[in-house]
T-cell receptor
Framework: NAGVTQTPKFQVLKTGQSMTLQCAQDMNHEYMSWYRQDPGMGLRLIHYSVGAGITDQGEVPNGYNVSRSTTEDFPLRLLSAAPSQTSVYFC??????????????FGDGTRLSIL | KQEVTQIPAALSVPEGENLVLNCSFTDSAIYNLQWFRQDPGKGLTSLLLIQSSQREQTSGRLNASLDKSSGRSTLYIAASQPGDSATYLCAVPRGAQKLVFGQGTRLTINP
């Protein structure tokens, strides 16, 4: 059971480039989220999804786009990379909403540097 | 606005000691509180989830308590081992699908 798989693990981009961070889970979870982790800022929610075809913005959505065409996959797109988007990105999934008794499962992260 | 604080930011103890990590939150109207472990270069692993109706949760050498009225949770680690060295984070839900995290306590267990 792989859990939550994120690819790539590391990426370096130039300012203005676009890319997609992949996230896949094999637990049949409806709820998926993207967070970024920055020193001194902690983890902040970017976008989330409560099922296939349903997405919504989190705390820091600007510059990012998401879609959810299948239960398994929840890709995060950087439209035009900026140095401020240098961060570690984590994908999480759960079988229920954050206020339930079900824990969040996190991937190992994508470490992204924007030059 | 919900704020979550973890003090101290770092803690170093000798192997075998029992220890307590602290987490405080400003808004006591929470559904649950989760404790996570993060190893360097890795993602977060959920250790314990305490629902608002519970006072404690236990898993092996770990025991988490929750006191909603005082806005506090503690994670107790018994008989610490070098393998327990990691950053420990607590988080509470806020709004739609959002977790508010503390900054974490970086724990080092010295052999």
């Amino acid at each position: 059971n792989a859990g939550v798989t994120q690819t790539p693990k590391f990426q370096v981009l130039k300012t203005g480039q676009s890319m997609t961070l992949q996230c896949a889970q094999d637990m049949n979870h409806e709820y998926m989220s993207w967070y970024r982790q920055d020193p001194g800022m902690g983890l902040r929610l970017i976008h989330y999804s409560v099922g296939a075809g349903i997405t919504d913005q989190g705390e820091v959505p600007n510059g990012y786009n998401v879609s959810r065409s299948t239960t398994e996959d929840f890709p995060l797109r950087l439209l035009s990379a900026a140095p401020s988007q240098t961060s570690v990105y984590f994908c999480a999934s759960s079988s229920d909403w954050t206020g339930s008794n079900q824990p969040q499962h996190f991937g190992d992260g994508t470490r992204l540097s924007i030059l | 606005k919900q704020e979550v604080t973890q003090i101290p930011a770092a803690l170093s103890v000798p192997e075998g000691e029992n220890l307590v990590l602290n987490c405080s939150f400003t808004d006591s109207a929470i559904y649950n509180l989760q404790w996570f472990r993060q190893d360097p270069g890795k993602g977060l692993t959920s250790l314990l989830l305490i629902q608002s109706s519970q006072r404690e949760q236990t898993s092996g050498r770990l025991n988490a308590s929750l006191d909603k009225s005082s806005g506090r949770s503690t994670l107790y680690i018994a008989a610490s081992q070098p393998g327990d060295s990691a950053t420990y984070l607590c988080a509470v839900p806020r709004g739609a699908q959002k977790l508010v995290f503390g900054q974490g306590t970086r724990l080092t267990i010295n052999p």
